[in-house]
Protein backbone atom coordinates (compact mmCIF):
# COMPACT_ATOMS: atom_id res chain seq x y z
CA UNK A 1 0.00 0.00 0.00
CA UNK A 2 1.25 3.45 -0.86
CA UNK A 3 0.17 6.91 0.15
CA UNK A 4 0.54 10.09 -2.12
CA UNK A 5 0.40 13.49 -0.70
CA UNK A 6 0.60 16.11 -3.39
CA UNK A 7 1.51 20.09 -2.44
CA UNK A 8 3.01 23.29 -4.12
CA UNK A 9 0.24 24.57 -6.57
CA UNK A 10 -1.07 27.93 -6.64
CA UNK A 11 -1.54 30.98 -8.98
CA UNK A 12 1.40 31.62 -11.56
CA UNK A 13 1.87 34.38 -14.12
CA UNK A 14 2.69 33.14 -17.47
CA UNK A 15 6.40 32.84 -17.83
CA UNK A 16 7.30 31.87 -14.40
CA UNK A 17 7.89 29.08 -12.16
CA UNK A 18 6.72 26.42 -9.49
CA UNK A 19 7.49 23.39 -7.84
CA UNK A 20 5.02 20.87 -6.96
CA UNK A 21 6.05 18.14 -4.23
CA UNK A 22 4.37 14.78 -3.78
CA UNK A 23 5.88 12.60 -0.83
CA UNK A 24 5.34 8.81 -0.65
CA UNK A 25 4.32 6.90 2.39
CA UNK A 26 3.83 3.06 3.05
CA UNK A 27 5.70 0.66 1.02
CA UNK A 28 7.70 2.91 -0.72
CA UNK A 29 10.40 0.60 -1.41
CA UNK A 30 8.32 -1.04 -3.28
CA UNK A 31 7.55 1.52 -6.04
CA UNK A 32 8.51 0.60 -9.57
CA UNK A 33 8.50 4.29 -10.53
CA UNK A 34 6.65 7.50 -9.80
CA UNK A 35 5.66 11.00 -11.56
CA UNK A 36 3.31 13.49 -12.48
CA UNK A 37 0.11 13.25 -14.49
CA UNK A 38 -2.14 16.44 -15.01
CA UNK A 39 -5.91 16.57 -15.91
CA UNK A 40 -7.39 19.99 -17.22
CA UNK A 41 -11.36 20.70 -16.97
CA UNK A 42 -13.52 18.76 -19.89
CA UNK A 43 -9.83 16.37 -20.94
CA UNK A 44 -8.51 13.05 -19.86
CA UNK A 45 -5.91 12.97 -17.61
CA UNK A 46 -2.26 12.94 -19.29
CA UNK A 47 1.19 12.07 -18.32
CA UNK A 48 3.62 15.05 -17.40
CA UNK A 49 6.64 13.06 -16.39
CA UNK A 50 8.16 10.00 -14.76
CA UNK A 51 10.91 8.52 -12.95
CA UNK A 52 11.91 5.16 -12.58
CA UNK A 53 13.39 3.73 -9.45
CA UNK A 54 16.61 3.26 -11.74
CA UNK A 55 16.66 7.09 -12.15
CA UNK A 56 14.94 7.05 -15.88
CA UNK A 57 13.08 9.89 -16.74
CA UNK A 58 10.57 10.66 -19.59
CA UNK A 59 8.43 13.54 -20.11
CA UNK A 60 5.46 14.91 -22.60
CA UNK A 61 6.42 16.75 -25.93
CA UNK A 62 4.51 19.67 -24.39
CA UNK A 63 6.33 19.72 -21.71
CA UNK A 64 10.29 18.98 -22.56
CA UNK A 65 12.76 21.47 -21.76
CA UNK A 66 11.09 23.34 -19.66
CA UNK A 67 9.57 20.77 -17.12
CA UNK A 68 12.08 18.51 -14.80
CA UNK A 69 11.34 15.37 -12.56
CA UNK A 70 13.61 15.06 -9.89
CA UNK A 71 13.63 12.85 -6.55
CA UNK A 72 14.79 12.43 -3.13
CA UNK A 73 14.95 9.01 -2.01
CA UNK A 74 15.73 9.84 1.45
CA UNK A 75 12.77 11.95 1.95
CA UNK A 76 10.55 10.07 -0.06
CA UNK A 77 9.68 12.83 -2.28
CA UNK A 78 9.37 13.40 -6.09
CA UNK A 79 9.60 17.34 -7.49
CA UNK A 80 7.91 18.98 -10.40
CA UNK A 81 10.03 22.08 -11.45
CA UNK A 82 8.16 23.65 -13.86
CA UNK A 83 10.00 27.01 -15.60
CA UNK A 84 7.99 29.42 -18.58
CA UNK A 85 4.41 27.96 -17.67
CA UNK A 86 2.25 28.52 -20.41
CA UNK A 87 -2.12 29.23 -19.38
CA UNK A 88 -2.37 25.68 -20.85
CA UNK A 89 -0.48 24.13 -18.35
CA UNK A 90 -3.45 24.98 -15.77
CA UNK A 91 -4.30 21.73 -14.66
CA UNK A 92 -4.92 19.53 -11.84
CA UNK A 93 -1.71 18.08 -11.33
CA UNK A 94 -1.63 14.27 -9.55
CA UNK A 95 1.27 11.96 -8.28
CA UNK A 96 1.32 8.45 -9.74
CA UNK A 97 3.06 5.62 -8.28
CA UNK A 98 3.27 2.30 -9.70
CA UNK A 99 3.84 -0.35 -7.44
CA UNK A 100 3.69 -4.16 -7.34
CA UNK A 101 0.91 -6.59 -5.69
CA UNK A 102 2.05 -10.12 -3.67
CA UNK A 103 0.86 -11.11 -6.85
CA UNK A 104 3.89 -9.38 -8.78
CA UNK A 105 1.14 -7.56 -10.78
CA UNK A 106 1.60 -3.50 -10.83
CA UNK A 107 -0.94 -1.14 -9.12
CA UNK A 108 -1.44 2.25 -9.69
CA UNK A 109 -1.60 4.92 -6.97
CA UNK A 110 -2.84 8.28 -6.97
CA UNK A 111 -2.47 11.58 -4.94
CA UNK A 112 -5.29 13.96 -4.24
CA UNK A 113 -4.18 16.34 -7.08
CA UNK A 114 -2.88 20.00 -6.35
CA UNK A 115 -4.37 22.94 -8.36
CA UNK A 116 -1.77 24.62 -10.69
CA UNK A 117 -3.27 27.52 -12.60
CA UNK A 118 -1.20 29.87 -15.27
CA UNK A 119 -2.60 33.32 -15.89
CA UNK A 120 -1.69 34.66 -19.15
Known amino acids: QVQLVESGGGLVQAGGSLRVSCVAS????????IGWYRQAPGKQRELVAT???????NYADSVKGRFTISRDNAKNTVYLQMNSLKPEDTAVYYC??????????????WGQGTQVTVSS
Open 96 to 109: NARAPTAWSINRNY
Open 26 to 33: GSTGSINA
Open 51 to 57: ISSGGTT
